[in-house]
């Protein structure tokens, strides 16, 4: 759950509240704690809250209720433009009329820095970004991935301590959208800055965040670091929103000693690690991950094993993705490593699947 000590929090959202129209809230009762220097993910669909969040945090929308506070003080009612908070957008936001060196200075003139101060500024963060040489061009004469690094230095022009992103990447393809991701990161990580960035992209998140808020109906459904996430996600909707993810449909029957046993739909019984079940009768959705099942498996006496048909079979470079229907789910997936000895399976083949049953988690059922 969303943490509620403050004692060190350079970032406090102290039970946040949003309405529109004061009666749907969009952010709901939101507590979560920030230390410096942490890059923490906001990451949900569109509609859970997570971008609301980081415009309250800018200043560009006001909390219905709660606190706001940034190294201890509260910013509700201090303007934007005097929070001292960096951002850098999805559509760059860069002035097409100036050159790349004016754009950067602009944030240096407003706060009132002399000439020869903001010159050294702009080339400092130029440097930083590797864009140096561009100080005399205009946007319009930069590809996307140079606009982007000239947005992120503007950001960091006037060393902010903490920079806010709002799908930064989400207009670059998909190759320099991953180079950026690790340039971000690396560069937040070797400044000692505290980030705030929005994304619906769970691989974004999961690669660039030390933390990761997965937001859902306007509530953090689960505050964690990304392998945290992935390998014990809290709900089903955690589970499903994370990387691929199989589930089976069933009753807890038993629950004893830090495992439970669940009758499937289709009649079979399975062993689970109870996480959001809490009495026999429940009905709960187990969670699999693709990788951890096998094919005709060799996982010792402790494994579960279940009947299989293959649906579909398809070679993806590095790893075959095997689609197979499992007692009732007909979208069962499996994941295997493209090894010399990897047998290729034909729709229609009957095999037999197992897994360890530390690795399936019994859910809600919802």
Request: aromatic fraction near 6%.
């Given at each position: 759950?969303?943490?509620?000590?403050?004692?060190?929090?350079?970032?406090?959202?102290?039970?946040?509240?949003?309405?529109?129209?004061?009666?749907?809230?969009?952010?709901?009762?939101?507590?979560?704690?920030?230390?410096?220097?942490?890059?923490?993910?906001?990451?949900?669909?569109?509609?859970?809250?997570?971008?609301?969040?980081?415009?309250?945090?800018?200043?560009?929308?006001?909390?219905?209720?709660?606190e706001i506070k940034l190294d201890g003080v509260s910013i509700n009612n201090i303007p934007p433009h005097k929070r001292g908070i960096g951002m850098v957008f999805q559509?760059?936001?860069?002035?097409?009329?100036?050159?790349?060196?004016?754009?950067?200075?602009?944030?240096?003139?407003?706060?009132?820095?002399?000439?020869?101060?903001?010159?050294?500024?702009?080339?400092?963060?130029?440097?930083?970004?590797?864009?140096?040489?561009?100080?005399?061009?205009?946007?319009?004469?930069?590809?996307?991935?140079?606009?982007?690094?000239?947005?992120?230095?503007?950001?960091?022009?006037?060393?902010?301590?903490?920079?806010?992103?709002?799908?930064?990447?989400?207009?670059?393809?998909?190759?320099?959208?991953?180079?950026?991701?690790?340039?971000?990161?690396?560069?937040?990580?070797?400044?000692?800055?505290?980030?705030?960035?929005?994304?619906?992209?769970?691989?974004?998140?999961?690669?660039?965040?030390?933390?990761?808020?997965?937001?859902?109906?306007?509530?953090i459904q689960q505050l964690a670091p990304p392998d945290e996430l992935y390998e014990a996600p809290q709900n089903s909707f955690v589970a499903q929103f994370i990387g691929e993810n199989n589930t089976l449909e069933g009753v807890v029957k038993e629950i004893s000693g830090g495992r439970c046993t669940v009758q499937l739909d289709g009649g079979e019984v399975i062993d689970a690690v109870p996480v959001n079940v809490s009495k026999v009768g429940e009905r709960t959705r187990v969670s699999i991950r693709p990788e951890r099942v096998e094919v005709n498996p060799d996982l010792g006496e402790s494994a579960h094993t279940l009947k299989a048909k293959v649906k579909e079979f398809i070679y993806m470079g590095d790893i075959f993705r095997t689609r197979l229907s499992v007692a009732g789910n007909e979208d069962f997936v499996i994941k295997t490593r493209n090894r010399p000895d990897q047998v290729r399976l034909r729709p229609g083949d009957e095999v037999t699947i197992g897994w360890m049953p530390e690795d399936c988690r019994a859910l809600d059922a919802q």
């Open positions: 759950m969303p943490d509620t000590g403050t004692s060190d929090a350079f970032v406090a959202f102290e039970r946040v509240q949003k309405s529109y129209d004061g009666e749907t809230l969009v952010v709901k009762d939101l507590n979560l704690n920030m230390p410096k220097g942490e890059f923490l993910t906001m990451l949900g669909p569109s509609g859970s809250g997570k971008t609301t969040c980081l415009m309250m945090l800018a200043g560009f929308e006001t909390a219905t209720h709660g559509n760059y936001a860069l002035f097409p009329h100036m050159t790349v060196a004016e754009n950067l200075s602009f944030p240096l003139e407003v706060r009132k820095i002399g000439k020869s101060e903001r010159e050294k500024k702009v080339m400092r963060a130029l440097d930083m970004v590797e864009m140096g040489a561009f100080g005399g061009r205009r946007p319009a004469q930069l590809s996307g991935g140079q606009q982007q690094r000239i947005a992120l230095a503007r950001a960091l022009v006037f060393e902010p301590e903490l920079v806010l992103m709002d799908e930064p990447l989400g207009a670059l393809d998909k190759q320099l959208r991953e180079k950026m991701q690790f340039e971000i990161t690396d560069l937040a990580h070797r400044l000692g800055i505290t980030v705030v960035y929005v994304t619906h992209d769970q691989t974004e998140a999961l690669t660039m965040s030390d933390r990761v808020a997965v937001f859902d109906d306007g509530r």
